[in-house]
């Protein structure tokens, strides 16, 4: 589900690759072995460096909606406590004092987008059909994992009214005009993935 692998040179890789899915999503399962190999990371000496990158030809799709659907609603405060566990999860990524890069080698949508805004650097490979952005507002959500914050701190407010208020999805051109991602490169040459 989370791969973990650190090179000779000191850069632990965490790649998603969830078995028997199409795209990755954030759901219990995975957010909990993604926290255990960030933590990993974050605590290991001999890491310098952090990639996140997906095994997938998509990055990260957002949350499971099954998982979304099947919330128990009725103890406010339990929920309240599962959302900002993810919210302090991606605090810990931002502040855990080594550099992280986001290896963006497909769409990065809602929790997936907001991994990669936790993120130092954000690089993404150049495919047209990548897109980028925080739709939860299209399914009558906002976004719960920083992106609120994160991308009107990046951008403006008045540049990220679209993306969080209206749902706009962006291709990876359009990000890096904007400031969200920092470099896109040739497709299949994205740090932590093999060229096709």
């Given at each position: 589900m989370i791969?973990?692998?650190?090179d000779s040179h000191g850069i632990a890789t965490i790649t998603w690759d969830m078995p028997n899915r199409a795209m990755n999503v954030l759901n219990e399962a995975s957010m909990t072995a993604y926290a255990g190999a960030l933590e990993t990371a974050l605590k290991d000496e001999k890491v310098k460096g952090i990639?996140?990158?997906s095994g997938?030809?998509?990055?990260i799709a957002g949350a499971d909606l099954e998982m979304?659907?099947?919330?128990?609603t009725s103890d406010a405060s339990k929920l309240m406590e599962q959302f900002s566990q993810l919210q302090k999860m991606f605090r810990q990524q931002e502040t855990g004092g080594k550099p992280i890069v986001a290896a963006i080698n497909g769409t990065a949508l809602g929790g997936g987008f907001e991994i990669c805004l936790a993120t130092h650097y954000r690089?993404?490979?150049?495919?047209?059909?990548?897109k980028v952005g925080q739709p939860e507002v299209k399914i009558g959500l906002l976004p719960g994992g920083?992106?609120?914050?994160r991308i009107p701190?990046?951008?403006?407010?008045?540049?990220?009214a679209p993306i969080l208020l209206e749902g706009k999805d962006l291709t990876v051109d359009a990000a890096k005009s904007l400031g969200l991602i920092h470099e896109v490169v040739p497709a299949g040459?994205?740090?932590g993935r093999r060229a096709s």
């Open positions: 791969n973990y692998n650190v990639i996140i990158t997938k030809d998509s990055f979304i659907l099947s919330l128990d690089i993404a490979s150049a495919n047209p059909k990548t920083g992106g609120t914050q701190r990046l951008i403006g407010v008045q540049n990220a040459s994205t740090p």
